[in-house]
């Protein structure tokens, strides 16, 4: 999970940051986005010169994601890879990012907490996810929806435990601003109705995007849009959904639940830190689209580097 910028930072790349997100937060309107985004890619590719051609099956994915803004795919891990993982992770320490920024082991979950993240250096170097985050079925299917080869701009593992407080914003129906952004998540654990699913309002991505962004109570939701879809799934279960969307997680109620979370984007998110961390596998993955994220022998962090084509 990535951490945000200080805003006490005076400095002229954190002002034109603060500024370029804003002025992405003043285009609100459906239409407009739309149009700002075709500017944007159409910019890339006049700097990369590069441009990459959907195949049809990758494009009818695509469209579906857009039509309701979130879409299961296959499974993508075994369930003896989930167990891998959960492995990895148990001797981890984890950080309460929405909290005190407490650290703590999964053998002692403080009491009351509802949410634990793992640090992007843990995370990097997990079994199997810088694997499924560079796959060729991954980075396609996000180039096909944002219209130019991604760039990952977060990846986190996030812990749902049961608890009576639910305070945290992911708790609550919530959506995020950014243009060309969207999310793939996997559940690591098996995740049914009661234990930290994701619920998402289909069609919200399509919306004017509010300028003051807020949170949604179930009640709003249930009144203005009916009934919100409720994705759950066994361990290895993956679904995309289209961030601009309304959506949450929902509590854990009987077991902690957790999921990996992959965000593909067409540009940094202006408000993010970032700060690659070192890669240990022997893996070597595209320096743009890992840029942001982790610094490899074969990988250089920012600033950015020109895109070059994704191994097939």
């Given amino acids: 999970m990535q951490r945000y910028m200080s805003f006490s930072d005076r400095s002229q790349l954190t002002h034109l940051r603060r500024t370029a997100y804003y002025v992405q937060r003043a285009i609100a309107n459906h239409a407009l986005r739309e149009a700002a985004t075709h500017v944007l890619l159409q910019g890339l590719k006049l700097i990369y010169r590069e441009e990459r051609a959907a195949s049809h099956t990758r494009s009818c994915l695509a469209k579906n ?43 002692s979950v403080p009491a009351g907490l509802s949410i634990g993240s793992y640090p992007l250096d843990t995370v990097v170097n997990c079994p199997h996810v810088m694997e499924l985050a560079n796959s060729p079925d991954f980075l396609n299917m996000a180039t096909d929806y944002l219209g130019f080869k991604p760039t990952l701009t977060d990846l986190s593992l996030e812990w749902s ?89 929902a509590p854990s109620v009987d077991q902690p639940s957790l999921v990996l979370s992959i965000q593909y984007s067409l540009l940094p998110y202006f408000l993010d830190n970032y700060e690659p961390v070192a890669y240990y596998g022997n893996k070597h993955f595209d320096k743009y689209v890992n840029r942001f994220l982790i610094f490899h022998s074969d990988v250089v962090p920012y600033p950015v580097q020109a895109p070059t084509t994704v191994d097939t």
């Fill in 65 to 107: 994601l857009r039509g309701a803004g979130h879409f299961r795919l296959d499974r993508a891990f075994t369930q003896e890879q989930c167990r891998n993982i959960c492995s990895y992770l148990l001797e981890k320490r984890l950080v309460d990012y929405h909290g005190e920024h407490e650290s703590f082991l999964l053998s």
């Fill in 161 to 249: 435990f049961p608890t009576d407080r639910a305070s945290t914003s992911i708790r609550h129906f919530h959506r995020k601003p950014e243009l060309g952004t969207f999310e793939i998540l996997v559940y690591i654990t098996n995740v049914d109705s009661q234990n930290g699913p994701y619920v998402y309002v289909p069609g919200s991505h399509l919306e004017r995007i509010p300028l003051h962004l807020r949170d949604y109570s179930d009640v709003e939701i249930a009144r203005n849009y009916g009934a919100a879809v409720v994705i759950t799934g066994p361990a290895g279960a993956a679904f995309a959904i289209d961030t601009k969307g309304i959506h949450k997680r």
